[in-house]
């Protein structure tokens, strides 16, 4: 195989997997099992149920061969996207975790150790809230697209705005080892540095799909969408006219509603603080909705900024 070449749906996958072993994670993650044989690119993706052209576009992508998202389907990717969050979350981070206690004290006595154990405890906090975020509030938003229901409050440039790099962390805590953890002959902790380094390399390429292969594809979708209901999106200065009007038809109570979904509380939450019932809050929630035609807790949470109902070092940043 010629390795400046694109890979297309007439090669081998065996000799993509030759070509690039870290294919592979990208065929697990679009839900291809091994023992594939001699099969072609296209007779697998088909025989899986995974659509060809993505499966190119990812493969291309990280082995920086020429593609095109354009080729890609948004459904497709975010499958791939959801099992590639499964495999960091449920795998490989919690196993990092077991070997990187067996290979340095934690009994309680070193200090240093018990640092390092806790750093990484809240870095993996940290990229759960995120790829959270990403399932419950950007990958529903695009499904709802894919649907063909264009919202107004959202957009994936606000995902894309305050997509920060989840990676930097973990390069620290390896920096961190290296320089302040003293270890004689520790083949485990340095196997375990390994580890760290993959890890750090699988999501830094797992972030660069999402910014140059999903936002891209979905900023397509919602210019398409756009266009098709131009009629139904608001004039902008119109709605800015308005903004000060609709926040008067508020009663302090769905003010203070609203308050609480910016700060990422459910309604069992909001409910308890407010001394109501959970259906009360169902209630002023839809009526919310209907007054204000927002319809998401990221676009209430906007709202909620731009109109003082709630401080912005009070909302929960995933």
């Not at 961190?176 to 699988?202: G, H």
């Not at 972030?207 to 292969?213: A, K, T």
Request: charged fraction near 25%; charge should be negative.
């Amino acid at each position: 195989m010629n390795r400046n070449a694109q890979y297309t749906s007439s090669d081998k996958l065996r000799s993509l997997i030759r070509d690039n072993s870290l294919l592979l994670m990208v065929m697990s993650r679009f839900g291809i099992s091994l023992g594939f044989g001699n099969k072609t690119v296209k007779e697998i993706c088909e025989s899986h149920g995974v659509d060809t052209a993505t499966f190119l576009t990812v493969a291309n992508f990280i082995s920086n061969k020429e593609c095109d998202y354009k080729n890609i389907s948004l459904s497709s990717l975010i499958q791939y996207l959801k099992r590639a969050h499964n495999y960091f979350l449920d795998y490989n981070l919690p196993t990092i975790r077991r070997r990187l206690i067996e290979a340095i004290d934690c009994s309680g006595t070193d200090e240093v150790a018990l640092l390092i154990l806790k750093f990484y405890d809240e870095y993996v906090i940290e990229v759960r809230r995120h790829m959270e975020y990403e399932n419950e509030t950007v990958f529903s938003y695009v499904e709802n697209l894919l649907q063909n229901h264009y919202q107004n409050d959202y957009s994936i440039q606000m995902f894309a705005n305050k997509h920060n790099e989840i990676v930097p962390k973990l390069e620290e805590l390896k920096d961190i080892i290296v320089r302040y953890y003293p270890q004689k002959a520790n083949d485990q902790l340095n196997s375990v540095l390994f580890d760290i380094i993959n890890c750090e390399q699988d999501l830094t390429s797992h972030c660069m799909v999402e910014d140059h292969l999903f936002v891209p594809a979905v900023e397509k979708l919602e210019e398409e969408l756009k266009s098709k209901y131009k009629h139904n999106v608001p004039n902008e200065d119109h709605e800015n006219n308005t903004e000060t009007d609709k926040l008067d038809t508020l009663s302090q109570r769905e003010k203070e509603i609203i308050g609480c979904v910016a700060k990422g509380m459910t309604n069992k939450e909001i409910a308890d603080a407010l001394f109501l019932s959970v259906h009360t809050v169902t209630t002023h929630r839809r009526n919310i909705s209907n007054k204000l035609q927002i319809h998401t807790p990221a676009g209430l949470t906007i709202y909620a900024i731009v109109n003082k109902l709630v401080k912005l070092e009070d909302i929960k940043m995933s």
